[in-house]
């Protein structure tokens, strides 16, 4: 585990602290001649051989090198402007995933299977059915209630920025019920409240105040609901 740590402190730096904004728009412009990529993939390989301090992993600091330069040249040949947010989240699982195989490579350990214990299905159950589903369901429920639009003021939020504030609450709540910390929940709840106070406030509308607070509870509601599930059956194992 410390392995990993300081293979993922020595990413950290490489990729963000100690790369410039310069460099990133010359690689982007120059790609495979950019001479910033050669230093970048050179910097990551001796900051892991130098955090983990070992000559005989130095091999094994040049495997990440090597492979994050390749990672790094697929992104920067294949992203366009408007995929650049999804290359980057590609980009970044896959330097993980390598950090990760080097370090059970290097340890001489085998992947976990975690599909063969009931507690990753019940757990993966649990956080899928408290998604899309979820938010799908609540949507189905409410919109015999929805209020119809009288101002242009939605049209400034973001798109499905409300979907996915709702997946993200019910994650928090499902975590922290998971974890014990039910006061959590109240304070999420209070907190997503004092936000919504100022659209609710300016909207001046009864129905849309009670639209909200309709799907705040069935949302909320269903997360504790799944959390406590779930949470029951992960007891229930040996």
Not at 159 to 176: H, K, P, Q, T
Not at 204 to 225: N, P, Q
Request: no cysteine; charged share 15%.
């Amino acid at each position: 585990m410390i392995l990993f740590i300081k293979l993922f402190l020595a990413h950290l730096l490489g990729d963000f602290i100690w790369q410039p904004n310069s460099w990133v728009a010359d690689k982007e412009i120059k790609k495979h001649k950019s001479v910033y990529l050669y230093i970048h993939i050179l910097l990551h390989g001796v900051l892991a051989a130098v955090l983990v301090g070992k000559i005989s992993f130095i091999p094994y600091a040049i495997l990440i090198a090597v492979t994050h330069g390749v990672v790094d040249l697929i992104k920067l040949n294949f992203q366009k402007k408007k995929t650049k947010r999804t290359w980057f989240v590609v980009d970044q699982i896959a330097h993980i995933l390598i950090l990760i195989g080097v370090t059970l490579l290097y340890e001489n350990k085998t992947i976990i299977n975690f599909w063969q214990h009931n507690a990753f299905w019940i757990l993966l159950t649990g956080v899928l059915l408290i998604s899309k589903p979820t938010s799908i369901f609540i949507k189905t429920i409410i919109s015999i209630w929805a209020p119809e639009s009288k101002n242009s003021h939605q049209d400034n939020s973001l798109i499905a920025a409300g979907n996915y504030i709702g997946i993200l609450e019910r994650l928090f709540v499902f975590g922290f019920i998971l974890t014990g910390h039910f006061e959590a929940i109240g304070f999420l709840l209070a907190a997503k409240s004092i936000f919504r106070f100022g659209d609710l406030k300016e909207a001046k509308d009864r129905k849309l105040t009670e639209y909200v607070m309709i799907g705040t509870l069935i949302s909320f509601g269903i997360a504790i609901i799944a959390g406590l599930l779930v949470q029951a059956l992960l007891l229930q194992l040996p």
